[in-house]
């Protein structure tokens, strides 16, 4: 089992709609839980971080955290194309230090 | 203030030959870590330092690469015999503390030809 697992995509939304990418991850002691994003030929940004249970909201940008079911997600509102883009989630392992641990990435496309 | 800077952009380079990436983290940042990301995955870890010092190199994949950060600020991760497996996007990020949010640099293109 990966550490950490998103799936890959394709996710295809229209314009408008809300986006919804999910993230699982395998350690039970993980504290810190981030989202970033990375456009195509570029270095990952981050957008969201997460450190207790329930939802965090940014702007259009919601994280939401349930440790007992070991999952975390990120709602985009009000999509819009130049959100398109792979989303990394990324998980603070615990004893894995202070690195963190990232997903395969969601790909996800906002339609016109 | 500036963001983290690597350096060069893109390298191309011969299998058998020595490379060496730079990175410069943002100013006060005392984490800097190491990642190299292939086409479809996610960054992969590969050695952090706090300060002068590499507290984590559990990601090295093996003993031709190697990484330094003599004065607590511009890393250089140098890699040995490069492989064409080795071909890569490696990506440098610092952090204020242990434990905050990394901010990655622009990265490095290696191709092994």
């Known amino acids: 089992q990966k550490e950490v697992e998103q799936n890959s995509g394709p996710l295809s939304v229209p314009e408008g709609a809300i986006a919804s990418l999910n993230c699982t991850y395998s350690d039970r002691g993980s504290q810190s839980f981030f989202w970033y994003r990375q456009y195509s030929g570029k270095s990952p940004e981050l957008i969201m971080s997460?450190?207790?249970?329930g939802d965090k909201e940014d702007g259009r940008f919601t994280a939401q955290l349930n440790k007992a079911s070991q999952y975390v997600s990120l709602l985009i509102r009000d999509s819009q194309p130049s959100d398109s883009a792979t989303y990394l989630c990324?998980?603070?392992?615990?004893?894995?230090?202070?690195?963190?641990?990232f997903g395969t990435g969601t790909q996800l496309k906002v339609e016109l | 203030g500036a963001g983290v800077s690597q350096t060069p952009s893109n390298k191309v380079t011969e299998k058998g030959k020595y490379v060496e990436l730079r990175c410069d983290p943002i100013?006060?940042?005392?984490?800097l870590y190491w990642y190299r990301q292939s086409l479809g995955q996610g960054p992969e870890f590969l050695i952090y330092f706090q300060g002068t010092g590499a507290a984590d190199d559990s990601g090295l994949p093996n003993d031709r690469f190697f990484a330094v950060r003599p004065e607590g600020s511009v890393s250089t991760l140098k890699i040995q015999r490069t492989e064409r497996g080795d071909s890569a996007v490696y990506l440098c990020a610092s952090s204020r503390f242990q434990g905050t949010p990394l901010h990655f640099g622009n990265g490095t293109r290696l191709t092994v030809t």
């Open positions: 997460i450190y207790s249970n």
């Open positions: 990324a998980v603070n392992i615990q004893g894995g230090g202070n690195k963190l641990t």
């Open positions: 100013s006060g940042h005392t984490a």
